[in-house]
C-alpha cells in the first residue's frame, strides 16, 4: 500500500503559534538581507543561527523569503485559453499531493504556496499521486489549456514510471499532454514555447511567463489543505 504525503513527524511545530511567529520574523529578515544583496547561503545561515530554527524550520525559512512579485511574467487564469503550459512535473505534483494528504504547505512572502518534501533524488509514488495527475489535467482542461507538456527530471527514481502515468491518465480523459523524463529541466522549462508552470524561483526570475497552476487547484478545489502563513504580498 502506498504511503500517504501526510504531515512529516517534525511538522508539529506548525501547531505551535509561538514558534510560527518567530518563522515569520526570520522571513522577514531574510527577505531584508536578500533585497540588499547578501549572500542566499550566508544570509540563511545567519538568519537561522539567530533565531535558533530547526532543519525543518529552515527549509521553510528559505522556500518562504524574498519578495519576487516584482519579477513579471505571471498570467492571468483567463489568458490561458488555447495555450500550451510546460510544466516542471516534480514540482507540481508533489504540492498536489501534499495538499491532497494533509501535510503541510506554506505561503512565503511573493504570495506562492510551496511544499516541504525536499525530495532530492529520490521519488515513491504516493496514495495521492493519481489523484494529483487527474485533478490537474482536468483543471487544465477547465481553463482551456490547448495541452501540457510534463518534464521530469530523469535522475530521480520513478520519473519514467511517473511520466507514463501522466500520459495514461490524459489519455483515458481524453486530455491533450505529453510526459517524459529528461535531463536538464529547468533549462528546458527557460526555453519553452509556452506558459511554465513551477515555483522554481531560479525560472521564474529567468523571464518566461507563467502561471501559478498549483496556487489556482489548491485555492479552488483544495480548500482545506494545510497552509502555514509565512508572509504577505
Not at 80 to 103: P, Q, V
Not at 155 to 161: A, H, K, L, Q, T
Request: glycine share 8%; aromatic share 6%; charged share 30%.
Amino acid at each position: 500500500m502506498r504511503r500517504h504525503r501526510g504531515p512529516a513527524p517534525e511538522d508539529r511545530l506548525f501547531d505551535d503559534p509561538r514558534r510560527v511567529e518567530r518563522l515569520r520574523r526570520a522571513v522577514e529578515d531574510l527577505s531584508w538581507l536578500l533585497r540588499r544583496g547578501y549572500s542566499p547561503k550566508a544570509a540563511a545561515e545567519l538568519v537561522g543561527n539567530r533565531y535558533q530554527l530547526s532543519a525543518r524550520e529552515r527549509l521553510a525559512l528559505s522556500h518562504a523569503s524574498w519578495d519576487r512579485s516584482d519579477r513579471g511574467g505571471e498570467v492571468p487564469a483567463e489568458d490561458l485559453k488555447g495555450r500550451r503550459l510546460c510544466i516542471d512535473g516534480f514540482n507540481l505534483l508533489i504540492t498536489l499531493e501534499t495538499a491532497l494528504g494533509g501535510g503541510i504547505l506554506i505561503r512565503g512572502i511573493d504570495g506562492r504556496i510551496r511544499d516541504l518534501a525536499n525530495v532530492h533524488g529520490s521519488y515513491s509514488l504516493r496514495a495521492e499521486t493519481e489523484e494529483a495527475i487527474t485533478l490537474a489535467l482536468k483543471s487544465m482542461r477547465d481553463l482551456g489549456v490547448k495541452e501540457s507538456l510534463w518534464y521530469f527530471d530523469r535522475p530521480v527514481s520513478n520519473s519514467g514510471r511517473l511520466a507514463a502515468l501522466v500520459r495514461t491518465i490524459a489519455e483515458n480523459l481524453g486530455v491533450e499532454a505529453r510526459a517524459e523524463a529528461i535531463d536538464r529541466v529547468d533549462a528546458t522549462l527557460k526555453a519553452c514555447d509556452g506558459i511554465v508552470v513551477t515555483a522554481d524561483a531560479a525560472i521564474l526570475d529567468s523571464g518566461v511567463e507563467w502561471f501559478d497552476l498549483s496556487g489556482w487547484i489548491i485555492r479552488t478545489r483544495i480548500p482545506e489543505a494545510r497552509i502555514v502563513e509565512l508572509g504577505s504580498r
